[in-house]
């Protein structure tokens, strides 16, 4: 605790010298007209019915000279009527044939192209956003902003359209209001903010100043007014799918074929409830195309967290993962009993050979509601079913084919309150509940959490509390009735404007909190406390654009029984030059033993009753991002752990070119390789329960390719190629004393934990894609996918590489066509 004191003594001391309050940028105000002629969109905002509206002009830099006018000049028009509101952009350049127009994929962010946005805040709450971008190259981004971020998978259906003339480059956006939602009101008063990135200068401007000074950003934007009478039309759309795939693995066993195939057809629907609350269902759901994940080798305790690369449970889904309570990848995840196929063995008898046991449980249908009241209550229901899941064993005497359960049939839901407060605050209420069939335990998750800003919005409060339990119901015939509770709480406090920053951190999570039946937690049973400090400078000076700075203590209990576990101190510097070179160092000291109470993975009751002294060390790593505008760059990483007392040494490098062909084409590739050098770790358990340690060398190679040929704005070819290896050899054993120190073995634990691992993973990613109208898409894939631990011990790379390229693989061959129906263009069409 002394580590600390010290921390916030110190902190008090900077806050007295630096401390500072944002001042809030004046709000522009742009007026909207109503127009009985939408415009034509051909990319140029000249013909007369533009003129109607005022201009949106003199942007200001938010990077990289922060609060200077930007350097090239911009005027901005809005104007609507019963079906859109529509934005055109006269985007002027002194130098029109430097303007930077390279394409890229959909919602691909920020490349080397120029890009003009508009950001509506429609029921100004100064919290949530609708964002529409587009590129000089006519590439279109969309997403929402909230106060949990960016949700960048979030899609809608709207038009732009871009051009190039000698003044610069111009664009005209129609955003109909299907798009986006607002409060049913005769007069509407909207948020509104448009922003110009002029790529050359890497420079970002806004048309009411966005200060990177001040927490937040949507709470920095201007007003539009003059917005009367809107109604929202009837939102219903309907995305019927139909996908064929081939499926090819060498099994070849007798009855079961190599080659298989399938054909699929489902729907996803869309349907506006009111003008606030929109309804999202799929039916039938195919996610056969979804990008292949990055598996590696897990010797930790912990289980690996993939990313949601599934479009439903990644798109407006931002309001249901606000308070961390929900994992998607737990629907349609791995069967509870996957491992545990328990069966009638005075049936069956002994020696059952498994036929089939899937990998995951399958989908029925999912649906979500989500949407915000006039008063900015946002409120989100989302439920998903799946299906019974068996496994399929054959009797080792009589040869029948039998089925065990290994995943019931189960519904998911959750349930969001979220209600916005003045000062970009909020107050959430988030309930997940995981009801299952047939006597296997359901679960329960309550969380509450709390934004508090005071009104320069240079303060924040922060708190969190949560509570879980899981019910067991007569799982087994003689079992009992019993709930397992637990509860978490987190609060921070600091200032979070200005240059001068500071943030003070509290969580405890109980021995029996557990949210992994619909969420994510590594692990529980801790008590967490943290001071960090932070300067930074938003300005260029001397030759830098920018300098952020941070130096904090973090100090871990565990929370039953009550123990120390660690202490850290770390300090922290990011920068960018003014060439843009970007570059970072991180600086890491472990002043002290530390305990792990989790590697030893040994429980009474719940709670961990053994530990593995880790001794003092240190870390240094860093970073190098070289500037991205030119046709080759590069990134650089590396970093290097040392623990003297046991002579243990970790370091590693990672490094990743990238070629802009031309405008169309962009080559990515990237490796990065480790090496732990006496790397202790868990090697299995023996008799009177004993505890093995073993000291491994631990090498890692993960080799990716990413390779990317647009042909338009419309058509996208898409390489994703990817080996990893990695290596694991025991050189020495120990016992694990109870003091958390270790004593030599002379032999070897009889453990599966105690052999030498070598895991391969290798996959393919083809994927061709045409938005041949909007909304609608074709999708061709290819994946190739090998997954494999070839030889016990560690070998040549190459050599590696050419027996992984020889095992068995699958190749998927799939063909997707999405087609999008609108209810509002059908009508149209039929009144033609």
Do not use: C
Not at 98 to 113: C, E, M
Not at 265 to 294: C, E, H, R, W
Request: net charge neutral; no cysteine; charged share 20%.
């Amino acid at each position: 605790m002394k580590h600390l004191l010290l921390v916030a003594f110190l902190l008090g001391s900077l806050s007295t010298s630096f401390a500072q309050q944002g001042a809030t940028a004046p709000k522009k105000t742009v007026i909207a007209v109503r127009t009985a002629t939408p415009p034509k969109l051909d990319g140029l905002p000249t013909e007369q019915v533009w003129q109607q509206a005022t201009p949106a002009t003199d942007f200001i830099q938010t990077e990289p000279m922060s609060g200077a006018p930007s350097r090239q000049r911009t005027e901005v028009r809005l104007l609507y009527d019963d079906e859109a509101v529509y934005v055109g952009a006269m985007l002027y350049d002194t130098a029109p044939d430097s303007v930077l127009t390279q394409l890229s994929q959909r919602d691909g962010g920020q490349v080397n192209t120029d890009m003009f946005g508009v950001y509506f805040d429609t029921y100004f709450d100064k919290q949530n956003a609708f964002g529409f971008e587009v590129s000089a190259a006519g590439v279109q981004t969309d997403f929402k902003s909230t106060s949990n971020g960016e949700d960048f998978a979030w899609n809608a259906v709207w038009e732009s359209v871009v051009a190039r003339h000698d003044q610069g480059w111009s664009v005209e956006f129609k955003i109909p209001y299907s798009a986006i939602r607002f409060p049913k009101q005769d007069v509407q008063k909207w948020g509104i903010n448009f922003w110009r990135s002029t790529r050359r200068y890497r420079e970002a401007s806004f048309w009411n100043f966005v200060d990177p000074a001040l927490q937040g950003w949507i709470n920095q934007f201007g007003i539009a007014e003059g917005i009367t009478g809107l109604k929202a039309p009837l939102r219903l759309s309907l995305m019927p799918y139909l996908s064929a795939y081939a499926d090819h693995f060498p099994h070849n066993q007798e009855g079961k074929k190599n080659l298989t195939t399938t054909l699929n057809g489902g729907m996803d629907i869309k349907y506006g409830i009111n003008d606030a609350f929109t309804l999202d269902m799929t039916l039938v759901p195919d996610f056969g195309q979804t990008q292949s994940d990055a598996q590696v080798l897990n010797l930790s305790p912990f289980e690996v967290r993939f990313d949601e690369n599934r479009q439903f449970f990644t798109e407006g889904t931002e309001l249901f993962n606000k308070a961390g309570l929900f994992y998607s990848r737990r629907i349609g995840a791995q069967p509870i009993n996957y491992y545990n196929l328990e069966y009638d063995r005075s049936r069956y008898g002994e020696g059952a050979v498994v036929v089939e046991n899937p990998e995951r449980t399958s989908l029925i249908n999912a649906t979500k509601v989500s949407g915000r009241t006039n008063q900015g209550l946002g409120i989100g229901v989302f439920n998903a079913v799946t299906r019974n899941t068996f496994a399929t064993l054959r009797s080792g005497t009589t040869n029948e084919e039998f089925e065990i359960l290994t995943d019931p049939a189960t519904n998911y839901n959750v349930l969001v309150l979220d209600q916005s407060l003045p000062n970009s605050s909020y107050v959430t209420l988030t309930n997940t509940n995981v009801t299952r069939s047939r006597g296997f335990y359901n679960a329960n998750v309550t969380g509450f959490m709390t934004k508090l800003t005071n009104k320069k919005n240079s303060y924040t409060l922060n708190l969190t509390g949560n509570l879980s339990q899981r019910y067991h119901k007569n799982e087994v015939p003689e079992g009992e009735d019993k709930v397992e509770l637990g509860h978490a709480y987190y609060a921070s406090f600091g200032k979070t404007s200005g240059n001068f920053q500071f943030r003070l951190n509290h969580s405890t999570e109980t021995h029996t909190y557990d949210i992994n039946d619909l969420g994510y937690l590594s692990n529980n049973n801790v008590m967490e406390n943290e001071v960090s400090l932070r300067y930074n400078i938003y300005k260029p000076f001397w030759k830098l654009n920018s300098l952020y700075n941070s130096i904090g203590v973090e100090h871990r209990m565990l929370y039953k029984p009550f123990s120390f576990s660690r202490v850290v101190y770390y300090l922290q510097t990011n920068a960018t030059t003014k060439k843009f070179l970007s570059f970072g160092y991180s600086l890491v000291w472990l002043p002290t033993n530390n305990y792990d109470y989790f590697e030893p993975r040994s429980y009474a009751d719940g709670v961990p009753n053994r530990k593995f002294r880790a001794p003092a060390g240190g870390e240094v790593n860093g970073y190098i991002s070289t500037d991205y505008r030119k046709k080759f760059a590069v990134d650089l990483n590396g970093g290097f752990y040392r623990s003297p007392e046991y002579d243990q040494t970790d370091y590693w490098v990672g490094l990743s070119p990238r070629l802009r062909v031309n405008d169309n084409m962009q080559v990515v590739y990237g490796v990065n390789y480790s090496q732990n050098l006496r790397s202790f770790g868990y090697a299995g358990t023996g008799r009177q329960d004993s505890i093995f340690f073993g000291n491994r060398t631990v090498h890692t190679v993960n080799n990716t390719l990413t390779g990317t040929y647009i042909f338009n704005a419309r058509t996208v070819l898409n390489l994703n190629m990817r080996h990893y290896w990695s290596d694991a050899r025991f050189l020495e054993y120990y016992q694990l004393l109870s003091d958390g120190n270790l004593s030599p073995l002379e032999y070897t634990p009889a453990s599966s934990w105690a052999a030498n691992r070598n895991f391969n993973a290798f996959n393919i990613d083809l994927v061709y894609s045409w938005r041949f109208a909007p909304g609608s898409e074709l999708s061709v894939v290819w994946k190739n996918a090998i997954y494999d631990s070839l030889i016990p011990e560690r070998t040549n790379y190459f050599l590696n590489l050419g027996n992984t390229l020889q095992a068995k693989q699958l190749n998927s061959f799939s063909v997707k066509v999405l087609y999008y129906l609108d209810y509002q263009e059908i009508r149209k069409v039929l009144k033609s």
